[in-house]
């Protein structure tokens, strides 16, 4: 007995959508695991509680993580009380030498950020999670801050926000 290419063809199709459709749940193609079940977000205001204050981090940073979960996940956005909640504060600025010439003369910054997060899942309380996350981007001595600031804290906010997600949404 031939079996017809095109059979096998769709039958193969078929058994891949019917495998990929009863695993929704472990997995998506955006990256996360959210459970289906989860249907909304919602996303407090960080407050900038550091002991160096930039006016616009605090806006910045709330509204990159919003934007992750919209690019990145199909939740609904509600004012509070979401199955995902988050909220937190910017607890940390600082501008360190990392490294010194042999005149010690720093040739080297790092900015590093802190952000202490609390993220509430309605859904299985045991995704929830309360804690703080650093990142860091290094620049040479020879710029001011106020010359690499804005560059600096956008790739320091790219690194924060997606560990941020991937302690939320990605399970792995």
Do not use: H
Not at 7 to 25: Q, V, W
């Amino acid at each position: 007995m031939k079996i017809s290419k095109n059979i096998i063809r769709y039958s193969g199709i078929i058994l891949l959508l019917l495998a990929m459709n009863s695993c929704r749940s472990c997995y998506s193609f955006s990256g996360t695991s959210l459970s289906p079940d989860i249907k909304t977000v919602s996303i407090d205001f960080f407050q900038n509680m550091a002991p160096i204050v930039v006016p616009t981090l605090s806006n910045t940073f709330t509204e990159a993580l919003i934007d992750k979960f919209r690019k990145q996940t199909k939740l609904n956005f509600v004012d509070y009380n979401g199955d995902l909640a988050f909220s937190g504060e910017i607890t940390g600025y600082n501008v360190t030498s990392i490294s010194v010439t042999a005149n010690e003369i720093a040739a080297q910054n790092r900015l590093t950020i802190t952000v202490k997060v609390r993220c509430v899942n309605a859904i299985d309380e045991k995704q929830s999670f309360d804690k703080s996350f650093s990142a860091y981007a290094d620049f040479d001595s020879s710029q001011s801050l106020d010359s690499a600031q804005d560059a600096l804290i956008q790739e320091i906010l790219k690194t924060l926000i997606e560990n941020i997600f991937n302690e939320a949404a990605a399970n792995w």
